[in-house]
Antibody, heavy 117, light 110 residues
Framework: EVQLVESGGGVVQPGGSLRLSCAASGLTFSNYWMHWVRQVPGKGLVWVSRIDNDGRSTSYADSVKGRFTISRENAKNTLYLHMNSLRAEDTAVYYC??????????WGQGTLVTVSS | QSALTQPASVSGSPGQSITISCTGTSSDVGVYNYVSWYQQYPGKAPKLMIYEVNNRPSGVPDRFSGFKSGNTASLTISGLQAEDEADYFCSSYTGTSTLIFGGGTKLTVL
């Protein structure tokens, strides 16, 4: 069974930093491109970032470009999202998901990030 | 890049069929056959229901089907059941190897 488990969320002050992790199991992690997607509770899904299977290519939404960094450690089956200069509008549930079949096939349960003073 | 456009809500009675539209542009939905649909219950993670426009992952009932014409994709649920009441989101692959999502549609089973 494929499992993606996010961690690292919490409450942080504006301007602060957090690192989210996504631990994968039940799949050959190194074969998958990965995404981070966020969702303000009660609102829609918003794509945040993507990394290819060996970590050489990354993409970011304009709203996080220059502040967030996606990375991965295939030896640890783990995906990361380093978030700096956090803003109130970054408050959301953050999901990791596998890129496959033209979309996001497997999803984690999400981790809540709250940016508030 | 703006989100794909979905109706905010749709409703139907048990046994009926409903269709949810997802409108994009010639840079995403119109050019790639990589449209996906997701079902999400409150407080839960999204679940892939349709991929590559009209394919169902294993375990998804054949009551769920997808279609695309031009810049608009659609999800049809036939034989509505109470358990289908959820939020539905579409997504499309884009030319920059990213994903773009729709704003979501709340399905109410009357």
């Amino acid at each position: 069974e494929v499992q993606l488990v996010e961690s690292g969320g919490g409450v942080v002050q504006p301007g602060g930093s957090l690192r989210l992790s996504c631990a994968a199991s039940g799949l050959t992690f190194s074969n998958y491109w990965m995404h981070w997607v966020r969702q303000v509770p009660g609102k829609g899904l918003v794509w945040v970032s993507r990394i290819d299977n060996d970590g050489r290519s990354t993409s970011y939404a304009d709203s996080v470009k220059g502040r967030f960094t996606i990375s991965r450690e295939n030896a640890k089956n783990t995906l990361y999202l380093h978030m700096n200069s956090l803003r109130a509008e970054d408050t959301a549930v953050y999901y990791c998901a596998t890129q496959s079949r033209g979309g996001a096939q497997y999803w984690g349960q999400g981790t809540l990030v709250t940016v508030s003073s | 890049q703006s989100a794909l456009t979905q109706p905010a809500s749709v409703s139907g009675s048990p046994g009926q069929s409903i269709t949810i539209s997802c409108t994009g542009t010639s840079s995403d939905v119109g050019v790639y056959n990589y449209v996906s649909w997701y079902q999400q219950y409150p407080g839960k993670a999204p679940k892939l229901m349709i991929y590559e426009v009209n394919n169902r992952p294993s375990g998804v009932p054949d009551r769920f089907s997808g279609f695309k014409s031009g810049n608009t994709a659609s999800l049809t649920i036939s034989g509505l059941q109470a358990e289908d009441e959820a939020d539905y989101f579409c997504s499309s692959y884009t030319g920059t190897s990213t994903l773009i999502f729709g704003g979501g549609t709340k399905l109410t089973v009357l």
